[in-house]
């Protein structure tokens, strides 16, 4: 699991690093991004890690290009991680073909149909290989552990903090698609990765996570722009998500909708600095 | 000159437009990014405009995207506007060939060499018809415009100023080129659009024009990353710049080096905030 530094930036008085290593669980080599807050740097300080999962089409560089976080990250202390959205160049044929499927859309699943099944184990990839990776190689506090994202990444957030119980200490999600089985984009991801069998797909369906979540207890942050494009052709159903926590008592959801703001990163970059304030509120105490 | 909007996202309570127009300086058509602060939407009030202009390689949208200079520009309620680096799809045989001349490399001069000289005028384009675009189109005061850039485009905003005593209240500049006549990027550029002759190099030199400044009073802001590639491989040449404005009682240079840093966006988003907020000082006074 030797990692590879491929570049750094100081920013905000961190680095922002992205590196590559060899994936053993995907089968080929991965890039990640880190951004180390001068904390760490500065006093060899222990920090909490926040990882971030992005939406479709991007690749580890999106959200530390477009985010703005590096500030709140260094504010707060926080080292934080973004993963690439899918393997690469496994040569699967039509890996690059859509933007909703295969490269740059693995949606954090663990694909069991071939050819898929092979590489595209996301899920495992983010909460497995690539937590082990960081903890060995950065001076984490392992115990203080959140998770967000965006769209198809906060989807992928929500599903690991509620697959999860205990292991994640805090999750918030920017305009998360809440309940695939019932979407467009969904159904086509999980179909093409799980199989034709619905029930395989609950278990990657974060509203039938929450109807059915028994674990320690947990907080949902559900962020979303009013006038999101994706929102409105029912991509994101966040309605079915925050109806399945009002029935869970062991789930608590905290949901803003942001009068005027759409799915891009300018709305993100609006709203970052509350988001990683509120990680740090569990992160850190 | 009309404006088309080509897209606006809510950011930072203001809004993060695009607009693209026929440029009747430049042959072409033309777009650029307009960031309108939450106080020019709510209360339709006049605001100051800051000019940026970017670097070798950068369209519009670099710095819209990568800088997070929005939350600083509606802080301060200024409208930033940045336009794009050189014409498009000009069909000069070549244009696209070179990440250093022609398409992203405009320089911001006026080219007199065919077949450059027919649209490759970028310094009018900047100080004369983006101007009176801005000033029609949208409630600034005319009397509170201020211009910055980063590398290729600070070096445009420092000879924007320079050449312009009294018409620009205020200039600061990220990694600018310094003195293009002395260094490899602007030989290249300035014998492509300008000729063999070096002394009409020498109207678009910022140590140049500093030496020999002679309108009201102006301070340049001069911000230089100390680890910055271009700065050691003698493309930027700060020092000549400081040594013009030494020796120049017109004019006062600041120069801060920040210890570390790099050419990227990384850095210019670390500092942006200081640098809106010392264009503020001169425009909302």
Not at 35 to 42: D, I, Q, S, T
Not at 99 to 127: H, I
Request: glycine share 8%; charged share 20%; net charge negative.
């Amino acid at each position: 699991m030797a990692l590879e530094l491929v570049s750094s930036s100081k920013c905000f008085e961190g680095e922002q690093r992205i590196y590559s290593h060899n994936s053993t669980v995907l089968g080929c080599e991965m890039k990640f991004s880190v951004f180390v807050p001068p904390c760490m740097l500065e006093e060899k300080k222990e920090c909490p890690v926040l990882y971030y999962l992005s939406g479709l089409t991007c690749t580890h560089e999106n959200f530390i290009h477009k985010s703005g976080m590096q500030q709140h990250a260094a504010k707060e202390g926080i080292l934080i991680v973004n993963p690439d959205t899918s393997p690469r160049n496994v040569n699967i044929p039509g890996e690059d073909d859509a933007y909703d499927f295969g490269s740059g859309a693995g949606f954090y699943v663990n694909a069991t149909q071939e050819p898929w099944s092979k590489n595209y184990l996301m899920y495992s990839y983010v909460t497995e290989e690539l937590v082990e990776l960081v903890n060995k190689n950065f001076a984490v506090l392992p115990n203080k552990k959140g998770i967000f994202g965006h769209s198809m990444g906060g989807h992928g957030a929500l599903i690991c903090a509620l697959k999860n119980p205990g292991q994640y200490q805090s999750v918030s999600a920017f305009a998360p698609i809440c309940n695939p089985i019932e979407c467009p984009w969904g159904q086509k991801a999980l179909k093409g990765y799980l199989g034709d069998d619905k029930e395989q797909w609950k278990q990657y369906d974060a509203t039938h996570l929450a109807q059915n979540y028994a674990g320690t207890p947990l907080e949902l942050f559900i962020d979303q722009g009013s006038d999101d494009n994706f929102l409105k052709q029912k991509q994101l159903l966040p309605d079915n998500l925050l109806t399945a926590c009002a029935g869970n008592d062991h789930l608590q959801a905290i949901y803003k909708q942001r009068e005027g703001y759409d799915h891009s990163y300018y709305y993100i970059a609006t709203f970052v600095g509350e988001h990683i304030a509120y990680h740090a509120k569990f992160l850190k105490n």
